[in-house]
């Protein structure tokens, strides 16, 4: 089974449409993250979280509320869906701080707003 | 606001050919990586560089930081179809160490 799971795979929805997507993980990690990748402007990110009650803004936060249930999950919510949120959405963990420290990369829940 | 600008965007190659990737900036980083995203994963760590000048390899694939710390290579000797990806490369982000900034990634693809 894989260690970073992200549910759904892939999502339509339509302009205004409140959406959560979720992310769960085995490998123990206490830090979380959201990013999203838009084609050629890389991974930016969204969240993260370095443990239950530690929670951060990212670079694009606006628009995008998270919540931290138990350290092996991690749910971004949209509250009201818009067209310029269609994206790829990916979860990261990883063990440390450092910014050396692998990010472990869950699968990717593709986003269509409409 | 720190940039990771990554060269060329997209690359195509025949199997067999030799290429090279370039990840730079005008900021100087701390440590480099370099990560490989397959279609429909999330991106995979391949390297982390942390010393200027520092020189690793991975099979085919050999990376490089450059001696000033704002710029990183990857080299691929002999690509094969199995190297085909997105290469990110990621840098900690100005301030805030606990973050990471990537690159916009090049798209390479290897040809039969």
């Known amino acids: 089974d894989a260690d970073v799971t992200q549910t759904p795979r892939n999502r339509i929805t339509k302009t205004g449409k409140r959406i959560m997507l979720e992310c769960s993980q085995t490998k123990g990690h206490d830090r979380m993250y959201w990013y999203r990748q838009d084609p050629g402007l890389g991974l930016r990110l969204i969240y993260y979280s370095f443990d239950v009650k530690d929670i951060n803004k990212g670079e694009i936060s606006d628009g995008y509320s998270v919540s931290r249930q138990a350290q092996a999950k991690f749910s971004l919510s949209l509250e009201s869906a818009i067209p310029n949120q269609t994206a790829l959405y990916f979860c990261?963990?990883?063990?440390?701080?450092?910014?050396?420290?692998?990010?472990?990369f869950g699968p990717g829940t593709r986003l269509t707003v409409l | 606001t720190q940039l990771l600008e990554q060269s060329p965007q997209f690359l195509s190659i025949q199997e067999g050919e030799n290429l090279t990737v370039y990840c730079n900036s005008s900021s100087v980083f701390s440590s480099l990586q370099w990560y490989r995203q397959e279609p429909g994963e999330g991106p995979v760590l391949l390297v982390t560089v942390v010393t200027g000048g520092e020189v690793k390899k991975l099979k085919r694939l050999t990376f490089q930081f450059g001696d000033a710390r704002k710029d990183s290579s990857l080299h691929i000797t002999a690509a094969q179809p199995g190297d085909t990806g997105l290469y990110l490369c990621?840098?900690?982000?100005?301030?805030?160490?606990?973050?990471?900034?990537f690159g916009s990634g090049t798209q390479l693809t290897v040809l039969p």
């Open positions: 990261a963990t990883s063990f440390g701080v450092s910014s050396t420290d692998t990010q472990y």
């Open positions: 990621a840098g900690p982000t100005s301030g805030s160490a606990r973050q990471l900034t």
